[in-house]
Nanobody, 122 residues
Framework: QVHLAESGGGLVQAGGSLRLSCEAS????????MGWFRQAPGKEREFVAA????????YYQDSVKGRFTISRDNAKTAVYLQMNSMKPEDTAIYYC???????????????WGQGIQVTVSS
């Protein structure tokens, strides 16, 4: 079993910053792609950011480009999401995901964390 544990969520004012962390544990899995998705109330889960190590490429949803940065710590098998200049529309439950060949496709990921709440007040 693979376990993904998210941390770092919470409440922040518009314009503020948060850093999400996701640490993976359990049996071996393909760590080439790890990413973040989010789901706001009444909306479908959407892609936020992902990193593919095989081509050293980060991927971002257009609405977070320039504000969010994804990074990874290979030693800890962890992935991070630094979120700056946050907006009320960033409010959602954020999910860490791992093991995919298509970084932006939620249906392609094999493993998911339980999610963590991020709330941005105006």
């Amino acid at each position: 079993q693979v376990h993904l544990a998210e941390s770092g969520g919470g409440l922040v004012q518009a314009g503020g910053s948060l850093r999400l962390s996701c640490e993976a544990s359990g049996r071996a899995f393909s760590r080439d792609v790890m990413g973040w998705f989010r789901q706001a109330p009444g909306k479908e889960r959407e892609f936020v950011a992902a990193f593919r190590w095989s081509d050293d490429n980060p991927y971002y949803q257009d609405s977070v480009k320039g504000r969010f940065t994804i990074s990874r710590d290979n030693a800890k098998t962890a992935v991070y999401l630094q979120m700056n200049s946050m907006k009320p529309e960033d409010t959602a439950i954020y999910y860490c995901a791992a093991d995919s060949k298509i970084p932006w496709s939620a249906s392609d990921y094999a493993y998911w964390g339980q999610g963590i709440q991020v709330t941005v007040s105006s």
